[in-house]
């Protein structure tokens, strides 16, 4: 049977920093520890990505989430490009979504790697295990 | 427990997990194979994370110790 790296697909959905930030967490560990991770980014969440969402600190949070702003921790962003750069994880945002918004890869946060369909989605992340934050 | 030879030593005091763990696979990416990467920290998350990485990754603890809420771990770079 062919081998591969085990594989991870972590589906980011929601706006709330918390869920951002696990979700990113989860995904850049596991780029760390030798698994291929694929990070489809949709509906809401794509808003935490745009670049003003960032330049305003416009997030959604509860309580762990202000706390986490308040300390100025690195946020998901950061967490996402460490495993970008320690390993392999790719970013994609939801081509429906930027669609209905009308909005441009370049109005984005820079860690993402295209803008594709559900389709191309599923089709590389086959197998793999699914994370939905 | 001293007579290792620490080849680099990283200061991750008062980050939050999983900082110690990424500064530590950055200094182990840089190192060469036998290197031994030291890393301090404050993250009781850490001292359980990081020897499961190095065990998953296939390298060796040097030596992992603890002072109060400090930690002091260090992994020997295997391949």
Same mark, same amino acid.
């Given at each position: 049977m062919e081998q591969q790296a085990p594989s991870l697909a972590v589906i980011l959905l929601s706006e709330d920093l918390e869920k951002l930030h696990a979700g990113a967490l989860v995904g850049s560990v596991a780029s760390m520890s030798g698994m291929t991770v694929n990070v489809f980014v949709t509906m809401n969440a794509l808003k935490s990505f745009r670049k003003d969402s960032f330049e305003t600190t416009d997030f959604i949070t509860g309580t762990i989430g202000k706390e986490m702003l308040a300390k100025k921790i690195p946020l998901f962003d950061s967490l996402l490009q460490e495993g970008k750069d320690m390993g392999e994880l790719n970013i994609y945002g939801c081509a429906l979504a930027m669609d209905i918004m009308d909005w441009q890869e370049e109005d984005m946060i820079d860690v993402f790697d295209g803008v594709i369909g559900v389709t191309k989605f599923l089709g590389m992340t086959q197998g793999a295990t699914v994370i939905t934050m | 427990m001293s007579e290792v030879q620490v080849t680099k030593s990283i200061d $991750?005091?008062? $980050?939050?997990?999983?900082g110690p763990l990424m500064e530590l696979v950055k200094g182990i990416k840089t190192a060469q194979v036998g290197d031994i990467v030291e890393v301090l920290s404050t993250d009781k998350g850490s001292a359980v994370d990081i020897p499961e990485w190095v065990n998953k990754m296939g390298h060796e603890i040097a030596y992992l110790e603890n002072d109060g809420d400090e930690f002091k771990i260090a992994v020997k770079k295997a391949k």
């Open positions: - | $991750a005091r008062g $980050a939050y997990c999983p």
